[in-house]
């Protein structure tokens, strides 16, 4: 199950990271923010919740 959850300009939902569906990169949105493009230039991202073992 890695059903695209979000793209580059949408409106974050939540607060959270984003990780490119393409190529894993990780980009940051705050809730209401735009979502930007992944570093590599796309636009499609999977959402994740902080999981375990993620102590940043
Ligand atoms: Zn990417």
């Given at each position: 199950m890695s059903a695209v959850a979000a793209h580059a300009g949408e409106r974050a939902r939540k607060t959270g990271d984003f990780y490119c569906a393409q190529c894993s990169e990780r980009?940051?949105?705050?809730?209401?923010?735009?979502?930007?493009?992944?570093p590599n230039g796309h636009t499609e991202f999977e959402t994740r919740r902080h999981e375990p073992g993620d102590r940043s």
């Open positions: 980009v940051h949105a705050e809730q209401g923010e735009e979502i930007p493009r992944c």
